[in-house]
């Protein structure tokens, strides 16, 4: 079975920092897709980036790059020059092909908080 | 905007009633993923569609269940409602089903059960 472990709950960065939100994960898929997603108090879930197993570089959007360590089975976002509106949720989620069946499974999430 | 839309925002009923949650899905996208996410069990995968046949299901109850339409929107219906079930419902979709293709959210139908 596929799990995700996020073993931050909450996390505090002062604006215009670097931050690392970790993510490992367990799977005997050889071949499997990794995202965040961001839930701000609003409630919305907005995808941020993705990373694929067989993927050589580390995904980069924008602010936001993933640090994919294969061998460790982690998935770390960083979040670049924060900003207030960064405040929110944010969950690592895995995507497996178990046949036809395409879910994704989440982490518990971590809670950042931006301060100025 | 992630395009996909869910109707209603929010919901309130009572404990034993039935409610329909719906969903359009993204121009093109032909999956449709129902997901709950609540306090004690987090984001938990309930069913998933792909062009109007059931493909996967997750911990769903047995007193829901959901259908996607020839025109691809989807619908998830609880019955019997009990105070467990209040929680946020997301609907999500993506073009198809392969892995690098990232589920795109709707912004949730907050239900609540009195």
């Known amino acids: 079975a596929q799990k995700i472990t996020q073993t931050q709950p909450g996390m505090f960065v002062q604006e215009k920092e670097a931050v690392t939100l970790d993510c490992t994960y367990d799977t005997s898929d050889p071949s499997y897709g990794l995202f965040w997603y961001k839930q701000p108090s609003s409630g919305e879930m907005i995808f941020l980036i993705y990373q694929g197993s067989y993927d050589q570089q580390n995904a980069t959007e924008g602010r936001y790059s993933l640090n994919f360590q294969k061998a460790r089975k982690s998935a770390n976002l960083v979040i670049s020059a924060s900003q207030l509106g960064d405040s929110a949720m944010y969950f690592c989620a895995m995507r497996d092909l178990t046949g036809t069946a395409s879910k994704l499974t989440f982490g518990t999430g971590t809670r950042l908080q931006v301060t100025l | 905007d992630s395009g996909v839309t869910q109707t209603p925002k929010h919901l309130i009923t009572a404990t034993g009633q039935r409610v329909t949650l719906r969903c359009s899905p993204r121009?093109?996208?032909?999956?449709v993923y129902w997901y709950q996410q609540s306090l004690d069990q987090g984001l938990q995968f309930l069913i998933q569609y792909y062009n109007g046949e059931e493909r996967a299901k997750g911990n769903i109850l047995e007193r829901f269940s959901a259908q996607q339409f020839p025109d691809l929107h989807s619908e998830l219906n609880l019955s019997s409602l009990e105070l467990g079930d209040s929680a946020l419902y997301f609907c999500?979709?993506?073009?198809?089903?392969?892995?690098?293709?990232?589920?795109?959210f709707g912004d949730g139908t907050r239900l609540s059960i009195l």
């Open positions: 999500a979709s993506s073009a198809g089903t392969a892995h690098n293709q990232p589920q795109h």
């Open positions: 121009s093109g996208d032909l999956s």
